[in-house]
């Protein structure tokens, strides 16, 4: 059984820092990316950022230049750093495992961005 277990989320004022971690166990094989997708409220579940086996990387152009997503493959973890966040931000944050043939999700993290 894979299990995705997300931490890091939390409250934080506008324009500091947060750093988000997913760690991934189990019987998963054939990963091919890792990642981070978000929902607000009232709002579609959306991509934030992903890593592609092999060094390639995707982001939402909202969080261009602020977030970096980078990956730990020994440990099967994807940290996701969060700079300059913005009352924007606010959702509940996905981790997302891609392999050959599952898609795996974790649980979900808050990120509360307000003063």
């Known amino acids: 059984q894979v299990q995705l277990v997300e931490s890091g989320g939390g409250l934080v004022q506008p324009g500091g820092s947060l750093r988000l971690s997913c760690a991934a166990s189990?019987?998963?094989?054939?990963?091919?990316?890792m990642g981070w997708y978000r929902q607000a409220p009232g709002k579609q579940r959306e991509l934030v950022a992903l890593?592609?086996?092999?060094?390639?990387?995707n982001y939402a152009d909202s969080v261009k230049g602020r977030f970096t997503i980078s990956r730990d493959n020994a440990k099967n973890t994807v940290y996701l750093q969060m700079n300059s966040l913005k009352p924007e931000d606010t959702a509940v944050y996905y981790c997302n495992v891609k392999t050959v043939p599952t898609n795996y999700w974790g649980q979900g993290t808050q990120v509360t961005v307000s003063s």
């Open positions: 890593s592609i086996s092999g060094g390639s990387t």
């Open positions: 189990g019987s998963i094989f054939s990963i091919y990316a």
